[in-house]
């Protein structure tokens, strides 16, 4: 049973001591502070070779477009961390199925997004190209999305990648039929 319509899909590399891929109790302890938090998602893999067809994420994306949020989460550490072949490839995969999935849906749809690089001081507008102070996002990325009038335009700036880690935030809109309004977003900490 789906109590939200959310979902959430993690890709771990290297130290895997939060969660073993494939595990089927679906959520991550946090134990940041006194009390463990549950985070749950929908599933979890250590595959960055083929992370997109192993995990299934075309409906992470259809999920998005059609008016839920999927949020994907990659992560890895040390030696093992996720490298950056791994991470054009995945990009390229996701902006193809962002691409397939608006053209099969609804070819109107209106978008905007937010790429960001994130570090402890500041964040980096990749849309601007621009550094603002890290308090921008003391209420989130809404003052960060901008209108997406041209998508290739947009994926030529995410297939660019990022050195630091970021985040894409997309929202979708759809009036078609019945308004939609999905949200995906894609947290990378490229560590």
Known sequence: MQLQNTKVYVGLVGDQTIAQPGDTTKYFLNKAGAEAERIF?????G????????????????HAI?????ALFLSGTGIARMGDYDRKSFMSDLCQAINQSMSQYDPDMSMTYAFIG??????????RDRTVTADRLAHGLGGLQHEVEDWDMVEEKVLQGATLPFVLSLHFESLRDMPTNGHLCVVDMNI
């Open 66 to 70: 059609q008016g839920g949020t999927s």
């Open 47 to 62: 595959d960055t070779k083929n992370l997109f067809a192993q995990s299934g994420l075309q409906s992470y994306v259809q």
């Open 118 to 127: 994130v570090t402890d001081s500041k964040v980096v507008d990749f849309h």
């Open 41 to 45: 998602v929908d599933g979890c893999t």
